[in-house]
T-cell receptor
Framework: DTAVSQTPKYLVTQMGNDKSIKCEQN?????MYWYKQDSKKFLKIMFS???????INETVPNRFSPKSPDKAHLNLHINSLELGDSAVYFC??????????????FGEGSRLTVL | SQKIEQNSEALNIQEGKTATLTCNYT??????LQWYRQDPGRGPVFLLL?????KEKRKERLKVTFDTTLKQSLFHITASQPADSATYLC?????????FGTGTRLTVIP
């Protein structure tokens, strides 16, 4: 059973299109995240949700909109895709430890290529 | 803002030797520090977590140290094997966030 699963694994699309990436976790965790990993392999937080509420929204363009229908799901919708959005997007979840972020469980990543 | 540096982008070592990876940070005082392993095309996988009041933590062939004065963590893999080849990431905790370093790509040569 995959703990954190995200779909699709690969996504190739044209500039200007709108696309979504879905994420589900079956670990019962309260907190879910979206990270972006660029071509230099640097992992940067985009969003953090705790019990369906947005906690962190780093300096991400408002073309990116996360949606959490329930605690187990956190989807990422991207409008008007740009070339610079090409990256691997990782979903993750964690059960906070004493108010701090504990171990993160990552999905396998969704590689987005914008042409 | 916090800055996390891992000593080298790439590290090659001979099988059987001990690999030592360094993580230095500034402008931050994390309560925890974590290490992850990432294989090509996969998501990062958690390895170890060390708390600020712990000097050292071990798990099988892995050892992590955490020096809050030096603002540094060392990650050791003893008796390294080719299967240990991967990118290793250190991460500092925050509330509802983890800040990742740039990673070190380790290659263990048979």
């Amino acid at each position: 059973d995959t703990a954190v699963s995200q779909t699709p694994k690969y996504l190739v699309t044209q500039m200007g299109n709108d696309k979504s990436i879905k994420c589900e976790q079956n670990l019962g965790h309260d907190t879910m995240y979206w990270y972006k990993q660029d071509s230099k392999k640097f992992l940067k937080i985009m969003f953090s949700y705790n019990n369906k509420e947005l906690i962190i929204n780093e300096t991400v363009p408002n073309r990116f909109s996360p949606k959490s229908p329930d605690k187990a799901h956190l989807n990422l919708h991207i409008n008007s895709l740009e070339l610079g959005d090409s990256a691997v997007y990782f979903c993750a979840s964690s059960r906070p430890t004493g108010g701090l972020t504990g171990e993160l469980f990552f999905g396998e990543g969704s590689r987005l290529t914008v042409l | 803002s916090q800055k996390i540096e891992q000593n080298s982008e790439a590290l090659n070592i001979q099988e059987g030797k001990t690999a030592t990876l360094t993580c230095n940070y500034t402008n931050y005082s994390p309560a925890y520090l974590q290490w992850y392993r990432q294989d090509p095309g996969r998501g990062p996988v958690f390895l170890l977590l060390i708390r600020e009041n712990e000097k050292e933590k071990r798990k099988e062939r892995l050892k992590v140290t955490f020096d809050t004065t030096l603002k540094q963590s060392l990650f050791h893999i003893t008796a390294s094997q080719p299967a240990d080849s991967a990118t290793y990431l250190c991460a500092l905790t925050g509330a509802n966030n983890l800040f990742f370093g740039t990673g070190t790509r380790l290659t263990v040569i048979p």
